[in-house]
Antibody, heavy 122, light 112 residues
């Protein structure tokens, strides 16, 4: 079955660090463009970061310099390393696969995980 | 950055009636080289991730009922549910993917 399963969320103090993971199954994450999208409680969706299949990475201004997206091809897993966390980073973090229409991946999302909750609070 | 704004923030519609949600982008998302509008619509139910409904402004994703339709071009777009069913009660988002991506703030659709 093609799916994405996030993990690693939790409670962290302001200024702290956390790494969330997204395990892909049924397809090779290394061959896909993948993103993290977050949703603050009761709020809308916010794009966070993207990694292309060729390794290029992109970040929202709100997280640039604090978050790092990466991929472990041997584990078929996507990561988001978060540093200097702030209260406003509190959200459900989804990973999502970009939609593929040969020969290009586009920046809309046909496959989502169920998310992992990150809470930044003292 | 392209700002995407939806209206209304919420609406209540009776079963079997038409529901219409508007989405406006701060600049055109029509790419002239392929004449495609880089605009998608998602449905999100409580406790679930978003589900892709429509892309390229008007192309329905496989498996999406044909009561859902998308229209518009350039900066103004509409999601229409032709005959509202109980299971359509949800949060709806539009998203532009012309430049990176950005989402509208969401529209909460309730059954009247």
């Amino acid at each position: 079955e093609v799916q994405l399963v996030e993990s690693g969320g939790g409670l962290v103090q302001p200024g702290g660090s956390l790494r969330v993971s997204c395990a892909a199954s049924g397809f090779a994450a290394r061959s896909s463009d993948m993103s993290w999208v977050r949703q603050a409680p009761g709020k809308g969706l916010e794009w966070v970061s993207t990694i292309y299949s060729d390794g290029r990475t992109f970040y929202a201004d709100s997280v640039k310099g604090r978050f790092t997206i990466s991929r472990d091809n041997s584990r078929n897993t996507l990561y988001l390393q978060m540093h200097s966390l702030r209260a406003e980073d509190t959200a459900l973090y989804f990973c999502a696969r970009h939609y593929y229409e040969s020969p290009v991946f586009y920046w809309y999302f046909g496959l989502w995980g169920r998310g992992t909750l990150v809470t930044v609070s003292s | 950055d392209i700002v995407v704004t939806q209206s209304p923030d919420s609406l209540a519609v009776s079963l079997g009636e038409r529901a219409t949600i508007s989405c406006k982008s701060s600049q055109s998302v029509l790419y002239s080289s392929n004449n495609k509008n880089y605009l998608a619509w998602y449905q999100q139910k409580p406790g679930q991730p978003p589900k892709l409904l429509i892309y390229w402004a008007s192309t329905r994703e496989s498996g999406v009922p044909d009561r859902f339709s998308g229209s518009g071009s350039g900066t103004d777009f509409t999601l229409t549910i032709s005959s509202l069913q109980a299971e359509d009660e949800a949060l709806y988002f539009c998203q532009q993917y012309y430049s990176s991506c950005s989402f509208g703030q969401g529209t909460k659709l309730e059954i009247k």
